[in-house]
């Protein structure tokens, strides 16, 4: 987690595989995650809590899925909408800056 983080200002979904509000937003999320892919300092990204649960236990996720936000070292929860247009929005006005 933190090799690929670092440096980055980050937008990461938490998630289960058995989740249903997870499997609802993934192809949104999978999209917007492509159009972040080679960013110079964004990375969108997902974290599967099931294979990572030591890092999900770390950062206090309870629920899935859990949106979080900015520095990797001190993430902020993100409380907003989950439809595609609206993450778009969030991503380039939060994660398109260095931290």
Not at 24 to 29: I, N
Not at 32 to 38: F, G, P, S, T, V
Not at 60 to 66: I, K, R
Request: glycine fraction near 6%; aromatic fraction near 12%; include cysteine.
């Amino acid at each position: 987690f933190h090799e690929i983080t670092t440096g980055k200002s980050v937008f990461i979904k938490f998630f289960a595989p058995w989740c249903g509000h997870c499997k609802a937003m993934a192809e949104d999320w999978e999209e917007l995650a492509e159009i972040w892919k080679d960013h110079e300092v964004g990375l969108v990204a997902e974290v599967d809590c099931t294979v990572e649960e030591q890092l999900c236990e770390e950062l206090e996720v309870t629920g899935f899925p859990t949106l979080m936000y900015g520095d990797a070292m001190s993430l902020e929860l993100y409380e907003g909408p989950r439809d595609l247009e609206t993450l778009k929005a969030f991503a380039e006005e939060n994660i398109a800056k260095p931290i």
